[in-house]
């Protein structure tokens, strides 16, 4: 644990308190020492980087990073400046493995060099991107049509004799997210694996510039589908943090209620498509589905669509529920909850079903903590850390919150996680609808300038959304998806499995290709 | 005269009941599974929409690839025709020998492979590539179980094989083994997966399209009806069609078509018990890792090696 004592130390004086948020801005030159020393050293975690185009007021782009503090529930940003004529500063990959796709993404986006990064391939952009197309400057029109461009954009590569190269995607044969894989393998045994993502561009980004926060929100809540609510939420606190609006508790509970009952939904999803699509255990996935479907018309019936979104508003909730459908929400979860777990219960008896998740997959610790892996996958491999825990939000503190823990990192430990978190959640549900207070759901704020972050554990893992306003008007917000870090982890965890298993640890991590791409 | 009905009706029942047994399976997973399922019936629709469609076939492509559908439903067709599945004796018994059956298999399983290498695509070759490993695989296991039945039928000829013995205990389980791994079926293969990573047969045939994989999909439906008749004879070979004439009360009775009623009779409802055996054993376990492929069929290997060290033992 790193006092503040410590961090001024290391820091100098100039430590900014606003909130939960400790800023400090150092120079380009002491950035990546700086950051190497706060990880390395201090055993803090890398949460988010991020640029931002300054030229207009500073002439200078901002690199910004984020450590999360865990013990205080604080944040640490720290912020380097560089020249508007030359942005480029040491990389950070080079000694803190989970800056590596932040750093790749800000060369594409904004043209902000990581120099020495040990990959210096493009990541967002594909081919047929024109060179010294930075869209996220402000000087990049949100409308401009790029020329067609054949840029390189070389896959890793094995040579030898019995190996070859199976190119999966990015149009598969279910119907899934656009994605493309490159295994190179030995007979069916991957040696590496290698994925190249970023087919679902939408400039959400680009498109949330400019735009009052209550217009971005419908933005923030399509980013990825299946974690609506989590989304909506994160990037209402970064707003209402910065208005230090006060939000009433009564919507408080609503909101944990909306993720928990998301996170229901998708851990039921995911049993199910996991133990029954990927291992051909069929019964578990017509009934999982079955199952699941009872969640998504109880969110039809409470907000009016089948993905829990459009509840969480700025201020608090959009629409106070009766007594009635409070009812039904417990009813229908529960029933759910007891449906399911007597299911997975009677297939994990399958030895058949145990033998292919066992072993299949493994992610160790080091590698989850090295690429800065999020959420389930991460506590399954024992990184122990959870938002709702270490940065509480909403109501959390004063829920029966227990955060459960896993060693072995296989799709087996994944799955069990699932079953356990879901006990959970059901506990929350219960605790969320005894103490419920009754009260006004929704208060009133005034936006207020400035930047702040938002943070929510979402079923998926960590969602911590930047928003920086203006005038009233969004100048940059990014909203980071658990995805955008735990894709690369399929990187550590193919290599040694067959490929036959592969699909099985891909629905293991069930990540949004939609999220990472914003 | 009447070993040509028997042929010709047994043809015609077992080609025409193929897409049926191949709905059943479904139909039967499904209501296994809470689900409500499709008709039965929908294959035949299936297939006839697919006979209409376009077919779309890679430039990269030989003749190789144009000549696969033809074989791989000619040889099924020929199972189909010489087995005895709805009667014995019919004019082309005599071609049923198990090793010209073995070898017309493989003759099936070898042109599935090629024109799944023949597109050159990724998942062609990586399901010819597992084929190929099944394939080798399954053949030794074939030949020793047919072996060990055609020592106690004293011939080699599989129309006289039929009719269960107590010491073919062993070998009749490494004959189901093996039609399930020869089939495509748990817990080899997932007939009804989409992830194109896991498939077998399905990523060899996945550059076909239209009429072609219609006769494809077809052979398929009729292999998996051929060989599951050909088990449930194995057991129940009683009611089936055969030259033989009934005598009643010093009167030779023609009895080719009440015999012949009754035989496809049986063999409907040994197609739905078979289907239903089948969706049974689908829905209550987990498709198999696929390199534990090996020790599955080393298993079917041993199995089939002891059932024919047991009836060897038994002629001494």
Request: aromatic share 8%; with cysteine.
């Amino acid at each position: 644990m790193i006092t503040h004592e410590a961090l001024s130390a290391l820091l100098g004086s100039d430590v900014h308190v606003q909130g939960n948020e400790l800023r400090a801005s150092v120079k380009k030159e002491r950035f990546t020492a700086l950051m190497t020393e706060l990880v390395q050293a201090q055993g803090l975690s890398l949460s988010l980087v991020f640029g931002t185009d300054d030229r207009k007021s500073t002439k200078t782009f901002g690199v910004h990073a984020v450590l999360a503090l865990p013990e205080t529930h604080e944040w640490l940003t720290i912020s380097a400046e560089l020249p508007e004529a030359d942005p480029r500063y040491e990389s950070l990959t080079k000694t803190v493995m989970a800056a590596h796709w932040y750093e790749r993404f800000m060369m594409d986006q904004f043209g902000i060099v990581a120099e020495g990064h040990p990959d210096n391939r493009r990541l967002v952009h594909h081919e047929n991107v024109p060179e010294a197309t930075f869209p996220l400057r402000k000087d990049f029109a949100w409308d401009t049509k790029m020329d067609h461009a054949e840029m390189p954009y070389p896959m890793h590569h094995v040579e030898g004799e019995g190996i070859y190269e199976i190119p999966v995607g990015p149009i598969h044969a279910g119907i899934i997210e656009p994605g493309h894989f490159r295994f190179n393998v030995a007979g069916e045994r991957i040696i590496t694996l290698e994925g190249k993502l970023f087919f679902t561009h939408k400039g959400v980004e680009k498109l949330l510039e400019d735009k009052t926060p209550e217009e971005a929100l419908p933005l923030i809540e399509r980013v990825s589908g299946d974690a609506s609510a989590s989304h909506a939420l994160a990037y209402c606190q970064a707003v209402e943090t910065l208005a230090e609006a006060s939000i009433p508790e009564r919507a408080q509970y609503l909101r944990a209620l909306y993720t928990e009952l998301e996170r229901m939904t998708m851990h039921i999803h995911d049993l199910a498509n996991m133990g029954g699509m990927g291992t051909g255990y069929t019964l578990l996935a017509a009934q999982g589905f079955r199952i699941k479907e009872r969640l998504m018309r109880l969110s039809d019936r409470v907000l009016g669509n089948r993905f829990w979104r459009g509840g969480i508003v700025l201020g608090g909730i959009k629409k106070d529920l009766t007594e009635e459908q409070l009812n039904d929400v417990l009813k229908t979860a529960k029933e759910a909850y007891e449906e399911m777990t007597e299911i997975v219960e009677f297939a994990l008896h399958s030895s058949g079903l145990r033998e292919r998740l066992e072993t299949t997959g493994v992610l160790t610790k080091d590698v989850a903590i090295a690429y800065g892996g999020l959420g389930l996958p991460a506590r399954a491999s024992g990184v122990d850390y959870d938002v709702r825990r270490d940065h509480p939000y909403a109501i959390y503190n004063e829920l029966p919150l227990e955060i459960p823990l896993k060693r072995h990192g296989d799709v087996l430990s994944r799955f069990k996680m699932r079953i356990m978190e879901l006990h959970v959640t059901m506990d929350l549900i219960k605790a969320i609808m005894k103490q419920i207070p009754s009260g006004s759901v929704h208060s009133h704020m005034k936006i207020t300038d400035g930047s702040a972050l938002g943070a929510v554990e979402s079923w998926r893992g960590q969602i911590l959304t930047y928003v920086a306003i203006e005038n009233g008007k969004i100048t940059r917000c990014f909203p980071r998806d658990p995805s955008f870090c735990n894709w690369a982890l399929f990187g550590e965890i193919g290599p040694g499995n067959i490929v036959p298993d592969f699909p099985l640890c891909n629905k293991s991590l069930n990540l949004s290709y939609s999220g990472t791409d914003l | 005269m009447n070993s040509i009905i028997i042929t010709i009706i047994q043809g015609l029942l077992v080609l025409g009941i193929a897409p049926f047994a191949m709905g059943l399976v479904r139909k039967f997973k499904a209501l296994m599974q809470g689900r409500k399922g499709a008709y039965p019936t929908l294959p035949y629709f299936t297939y006839a929409t697919m006979m209409k469609k376009e077919m779309v076939i890679s430039k990269s492509t030989s003749w190789v690839f144009r000549v696969v559908p033809f074989v791989v439903l000619g040889t099924t067709v020929f199972l189909a025709l010489v087995l005895p599945l709805v009667g014995m004796g019919g004019v082309l018994a005599p071609y049923a020998d198990f090793i010209v059956v073995s070898a017309v298999l493989a003759i099936g399983a070898v042109f599935l492979v090629l024109g799944g290498l023949d597109s050159a695509s990724a998942f062609g070759g990586m399901g010819s590539a597992r084929e190929m490993t099944i394939s080798s695989l399954v053949e030794p296991v074939m030949i020793v179980t047919l072996t060990a039945f055609a020592l106690v039928a004293g011939t080699t000829n599989i129309d006289g094989m039929l009719g269960m013995h107590p010491v073919l205990t062993l070998s009749f389980l490494s004959l189901i083994l093996v039609c399930l791994a020869e089939n495509a079926r748990y817990p080899v293969d997932n007939p009804a997966t989409h992830l194109e990573l896991t498939m077998v047969h399905e990523a060899m045939v996945l550059e076909y399209s239209g009429p072609y994989l219609a006769m494809l999909e077809y052979a398929s439906a009729l292999k998996l009806t051929v060989l599951s008749l050909l088990a449930a004879n194995m057991l129940f070979p009683s009611m089936m069609l055969s030259t033989s004439v009934w005598v009643y009360q010093g009167m030779v009775v023609p009895t080719i078509l009440l015999s012949g009623l009754i035989a496809v009779v049986m063999t409907v409802v040994k197609v739905v018990v078979m289907m239903f055996l089948l969706a049974l054993l689908e829905s209550s376990i987990a498709k198999m890792r696929f390199y534990r492929m090996q020790e599955y069929l080393s298993i079917a290997f041993f199995i089939a090696l002891a059932g024919l060290v047991i009836v060897l033992i038994n002629l001494v």
